[in-house]
Antibody, heavy 119, light 108 residues
Framework: QVQLVESGGGVVQPGRSLRLSCAASGFTFSSYGMHWVRQAPGKGLEWVAVISYAGSNTYYADSVKGRFTISRDNSKNTLYLQMNSLRAEDTAVYYC????????????WGQGTTVTVSS | SSELTQDPAVSVALGQTVRITCQGDNLRNYYASWYQQKAGQAPVVVIYGKNKRPSGIPDRFSGSSSGNTASLTITGAQAEDEADYYCNSRDSSGNHRVFGGGTKVTVL
């Protein structure tokens, strides 16, 4: 079955870096674009970034542009989110999700990994 | 504008019908999709495209769109439908995505 498993979350000080991973299985990873979406405690969903199936196109929310980098390794069926210059407002559960390019929906989501930015 | 606006909360009696709306200029050009998120769980897509339901989503969930407004209707709401519901669509560039603020549905 289709499965996405995020990892790499934790507690990090402001200004430091963290890399999240999303391991994919049960589908042809290299054929699908992928998203990162986050949810701050008690808040709604916030789209973070998307990467095309081959990794050639990436787009970011204004709130993370220039600090976060989305990437993928299709040989390892893994999606990444490199987060630099972290701020307290980046504290959230981070989800990866499969892109349904034609309709624009996010079809399958992982269970999320928690990032806490605190001194 | 690339924002999507949802009412924060709505309640519905068990077995009755509730409609949740999502407004945004980009909905004139792009499909909305709808996500159900129960407490402590990851979101699940319930409607995408022109009223399409993924496998396993009950047919009491339906979607529609007119102008700058997309709607999610639950016909015959069940206790297990109590959740937060979010709409999502592409922004005006077509490359980014944007979520509505979410609607908390309470089943009475």
């Amino acid at each position: 079955q289709v499965q996405l498993v995020e990892s790499g979350g934790g507690v990090v000080q402001p200004g430091r870096s963290l890399r999240l991973s999303c391991a994919a299985s049960g589908f042809t990873f290299s054929s699908y674009g992928m998203h990162w979406v986050r949810q701050a405690p008690g808040k709604g969903l916030e789209w973070v970034a998307v990467i095309s199936y081959a990794g050639s196109n990436t787009y970011y929310a204004d709130s993370v542009k220039g600090r976060f980098t989305i990437s993928r390794d299709n040989s390892k069926n893994t999606l990444y989110l490199q987060m630099n210059s972290l701020r307290a407002e980046d504290t959230a559960v981070y989800y990866c999700a499969i892109d349904e390019n034609y309709y624009g929906s996010l079809d399958v989501w992982g269970q999320g990994t928690t990032v806490t930015v605190s001194s | 504008s690339s924002e999507l606006t949802q009412d924060p909360a709505v309640s519905v009696a068990l077995g009755q019908t509730v409609r949740i709306t999502c407004q945004g200029d980009n909905l004139r050009n792009y499909y909305a999709s709808w996500y159900q998120q129960k407490a402590g769980q990851a979101p699940v897509v319930v409607i995408y495209g022109k009223n399409k339901r993924p496998s396993g989503i009950p047919d009491r969930f339906s979607g529609s769109s007119s102008g700058n407004t997309a709607s999610l209707t639950i016909t015959g709401a069940q206790a297990e439908d109590e959740a937060d519901y979010y709409c999502n669509s592409r922004d005006s560039s077509g490359n980014h995505r944007v979520f509505g603020g979410g609607t908390k549905v309470t089943v009475l």
